[in-house]
Every structure is written in C-alpha cells, then in structure tokens.
C-alpha cells in the first residue's frame, strides 16, 4: 500500500537545447541521470522557498508581537503614527 507522501506524479518540462545539452553535461560529470539533477533541483528549490516562507512568518510575528508591545507599553519619544510608519516600512523591505 502506497501512502501520499510515497505516491508521485510524472511532470514533463521543455527545455531549450543547451540547457539540455548542459543536463546532460553535468549528469554524466557527476555520475547521475539528468532526471536526478532534475529532481533534485526542485527539490532543492522547493526548500528554500519553505524556509524562506517560515521565516517571513517568524518576521510578521516579530513586528506584531513588538507593535502590541510597543502599544501596551509605550515608546519614548516615538508616536504611534511614527511606529506604525517604521513597523511598515520594515514589512515592506522583507517581503
């Protein structure tokens, strides 16, 4: 019985031919299928966009957990209007 982490589905892709030429370049330098480098490469891609998803997250509860704080215990010399305007600017940079 296969579970639906085991189960796969076929995904075709074109390429123009000297990035497949180029494939087949480094699969055979390193010993691999093109479909190994392929699949790892996704692979690889698709971690990266997780961990930087997770950590967009961990920024956004951050600025919010900073912004109550700031709210329920004040700032010194700083207005909310102020605040709210860096916590902004902040979000916006580290899309």
Do not use: P
Not at 58 to 78: C, F, M, P, W
């Amino acid at each position: 019985m296969t579970t639906a982490t085991n189960q796969k589905q076929t995904t075709s892709i074109k390429l123009d031919m000297q990035t497949k030429q180029a494939l087949k370049r480094f699969a055979k330098q390193e010993n691999r299928s093109v479909h190994y480098l392929l699949v790892s490469a996704v692979k690889d891609f698709v971690k990266r966009k997780q961990e930087e998803d997770e950590y967009q997250e961990y920024i956004k509860k951050r600025v919010l957990a900073s912004e109550n704080r700031l709210h329920t215990q004040g700032a010194d010399n700083l207005t909310k209007d102020q605040i709210k305007a860096s916590i902004k600017q902040f979000l916006i940079n580290n899309k």
